[in-house]
C-alpha cells in the first residue's frame, strides 16, 4: 500500500499564520477521503508540522498533496521545495491557488486539480496515481479538471461540469484524519453541509474592457439556469469572492451523512464542530427548484423543514444534547433571516454567534460589487437575531473597488449602529484581489497605515469590539485550555465556548487539555482577553492522544 501526505496550507500565507488558527477546514478532509476510497493510506499535516516536524519522515511516503489558497504560495513553495529534496514521488496541487493558472507556473507541481477536487483525483488514482504513478500525458489530457506540463507549457484541460448533489454525496470525507492536527480535541471541525454559492448576480461597477457589463438583467432575472453563464464573461458572485465560479451554485448534502460525519468526529474526540457553508440558509432550498440550479440568492426562502430536520438530527447526538460538544454555524445570508427563520435557530444555537457579511454601509456600493445583501438587510436582520437571543458577527471590507469619501461614512455609521444594537463582533478585512473574480485585475487594498479612509473603518470597528471586551470583564466563562501563547510564553491560549475572543491565562500548563471556568479578568488587546481559572469542569483532551 502506498503511503500520501496532504499538506494543509490553507490560511498560512507565505508560512506563518495569517488567519485563525483553531480551525480544521472542510476541504483536507474531503480529498483524504477519495485517497482512503481508493486503499492509499494518507495523513493530513498542518504547514507547520510538516515543515517542523515532519522532515525525517518525508521519505516515507510516495504522493504529496497540497491544498492551498492563493494567498498561500509562498507556503506552498516551501513545501514543494522541501519534498523535492527529500522525496521523489508526484506533487499534487488542490484548492483555490489553482483557480489562478497563470499564477502557479512556476511551482515545482506535477499536476494541478482546478475546481472541485473529488472527481478528477477519483480518475487521478484510477490511471495510476492510486500506485504512486504520474498518469500518462495521453490519460492527462482526457481527464477534466487537470492542470499538467509538457516542457515549458503548462496546459488545462477545461473545467469539469460541477457535480450534482447525487454525486457529491457519493464522496465520504475522512474522519480519521482529524487526529492527525495538533490539539484537534480542542479545534472548530469544519463540516460541509453544502457547497457552493446561490449568489450569481455580477458587479456593476465598471471592469476590464474584456468583462464589460451591458446591463442585460439575465444574472438577476433570467432563467436560472441562465445565469451560470455571463454573455460578457464577468464571473458570478460578488467581485472579491471566487466560490460560486470555482465551486458552483449550491447543492445541499445529505442529511444522515453529514449527521454519521459528526458522530464519527465526535467519538475520536472532537468538540468542536462548525457546520460550513457560503450560507447556511441555503440548505434544501436547492432541493426546492431541482432539477434547475440554485442560482438566485433570494428565491426561493430558506427551507425551513430542511433546516429544521438538519438541526434536530444533530442535536439529538447524545453529546451534543448534553452539551459536552459544541456545533457553530458558519455564516448565513441576512436578507434570507426573518423571523421564523431567527425562532428556528434560537432554539438550537441561542447565544451562539452568527456569521453575517456586510462589507459596506452603502447600498449603492454593495449593489455595484455584486452584492445580493444590502446595508439595510443586515441592520433588520440583525435587529432580528438579537431578539432572538443570537449572537450576529458581522464582517466589513476595507479597501473594495468603489471606496471612496461616501462609502466609507456610510460604513462606519453602519458600524455605529451595530455597535449600538449590540452585535457581539465586528470583523474587518483587507481586499485582495482573487484570481478568477471579477475583481481579479484591481489592486489590493492600500494598508491602513496609508490610507486614511480604511483605517477609519477599521478604528470604527475596533471601538465596538473593545467595548464588547469591556462588558466581559467579571464574567465568568467555559473554556478548552491549549498550548503556549506564542508572543508571550507565560501564557496559555484559551478557546471560549462556544466561542469569542481569544482568552490568555497566566501559568496554565498543568490545565492543558482541559475544559474549564474562567473569570475574565482584564482586556489585553482588541483581540485577547486576560482570564483567570476559577474550577476545571473535566479533561477534553483524549488520553489515547
Known amino acids: 500500500m502506498i503511503k500520501a501526505l496532504i499538506v494543509d496550507c490553507l490560511g498560512r500565507g507565505s508560512g506563518k499564520r495569517l488567519s485563525t488558527v483553531d480551525v480544521i477546514g472542510a476541504g483536507p478532509r474531503s480529498i483524504a477521503g477519495v485517497l482512503e476510497k481508493h486503499k492509499v493510506y494518507v495523513n493530513v499535516k498542518p504547514f507547520k508540522e510538516y515543515i517542523k516536524t515532519l522532515r525525517r519522515k518525508i521519505k516515507e511516503y510516495d504522493i504529496l498533496l497540497i491544498s492551498a489558497m492563493s494567498q498561500d504560495i509562498g507556503a506552498v513553495k516551501k513545501a514543494i521545495d522541501l519534498w523535492r529534496k527529500k522525496a521523489k514521488g508526484p506533487v499534487i496541487l488542490g484548492g483555490p491557488i489553482v483557480f489562478g493558472i497563470e499564477n502557479i507556473g512556476h511551482l515545482s507541481f506535477d499536476i494541478a486539480v482546478y475546481g472541485e477536487g473529488e472527481a478528477t483525483l477519483n480518475e487521478l488514482l484510477e490511471n495510476g496515481l492510486r500506485d504512486g504513478i504520474i498518469p500518462s500525458l495521453e490519460a492527462l489530457s482526457k481527464i477534466k479538471g487537470v492542470v499538467f506540463r509538457i516542457g515549458k507549457k503548462t496546459l488545462f484541460t477545461g473545467a469539469r461540469k460541477f457535480m450534482p448533489r447525487t454525486m457529491l454525496d457519493t464522496y465520504k470525507p475522512s474522519t480519521r484524519v482529524v487526529k492527525d492536527y495538533p490539539q484537534y480535541w480542542a479545534y472548530r471541525v469544519y463540516v460541509e453541509i453544502l457547497r457552493g454559492c446561490s449568489n450569481f448576480y455580477r458587479p456593476l461597477i465598471k471592469l476590464s474592457t474584456r468583462a464589460k457589463c451591458a446591463n442585460c438583467n439575465l444574472c438577476f432575472e433570467g432563467p436560472l ?70 442560482t438566485d440568492p433570494y428565491n426561493p426562502p430558506a427551507n425551513i423543514d430542511a433546516l429544521r430536520s438538519l438541526f434536530e438530527k444533530i442535536f439529538s447526538i447524545p453529546e451534543v444534547s448534553s452539551g459536552e460538544v459544541t456545533i457553530l454555524l458558519e455564516n448565513i445570508r441576512a436578507n434570507l433571516v426573518n423571523n421564523e427563520v431567527a425562532k428556528l435557530l434560537s432554539k438550537y444555537f441561542k447565544n451562539t454567534p452568527i456569521h453575517m457579511g456586510c462589507e459596506t454601509g452603502s447600498d449603492l456600493h454593495a449593489k455595484l460589487i455584486g452584492r445580493p445583501v444590502l446595508p439595510s438587510d443586515v441592520l433588520k436582520a440583525t435587529k432580528i437575531l438579537i431578539k432572538y437571543g443570537l449572537k450576529p458577527y458581522i464582517y466589513f471590507i476595507h479597501g473594495l473597488p468603489g471606496q471612496n469619501i461616501e462609502t466609507v461614512r456610510k460604513t462606519v455609521k453602519m458600524i455605529r449602529e451595530l455597535g449600538r444594537l449590540g452585535v457581539e463582533k465586528i470583523t474587518t478585512y483587507r481586499f485582495t484581489p482573487l484570481p478568477g473574480t471579477a475583481f481579479e485585475n484591481f489592486p489590493p487594498g492600500t494598508p491602513i497605515t496609508k490610507d486614511k479612509l480604511s483605517r477609519a473603518i477599521v478604528d470604527a470597528a475596533n471601538k465596538v469590539n473593545m467595548m464588547r471586551k469591556e462588558n466581559l470583564v467579571g464574567k465568568t466563562v467555559e473554556a478548552i485550555v491549549v498550548n503556549k501563547y506564542h508572543k508571550d510564553r507565560r501564557f496559555n491560549v484559551a478557546y471560549p465556548l462556544p466561542h469569542g475572543p481569544v482568552i490568555l491565562i497566566e501559568n496554565a500548563d498543568k490545565y492543558y487539555g482541559f475544559k474549564v471556568k474562567v473569570k475574565i479578568v482584564k482586556v489585553a488587546s482588541e483581540r485577547t482577553v486576560l482570564g483567570r481559572i476559577v474550577s476545571i469542569v473535566r479533561r477534553i483532551k483524549p488520553l489515547s492522544f
Do not use: H
Open 225 to 294: 439556469e441562465k445565469r451560470l453563464k455571463c454573455p460578457y464573461n464577468i464571473p458570478p458572485g460578488c467581485g472579491y469572492c471566487s466560490v460560486p465560479a470555482l465551486y458552483g451554485p449550491s447543492r445541499s448534502r445529505n442529511i444522515d451523512a453529514i449527521v454519521e460525519e459528526i458522530k464519527e468526529l465526535i467519538r475520536l474526540g472532537v468538540t468542536r464542530v462548525t457546520l460550513s457553508a457560503s450560507d447556511i440558509l441555503d440548505y434544501g432550498r436547492d432541493w426546492l427548484v431541482e432539477p434547475k440550479p440554485l
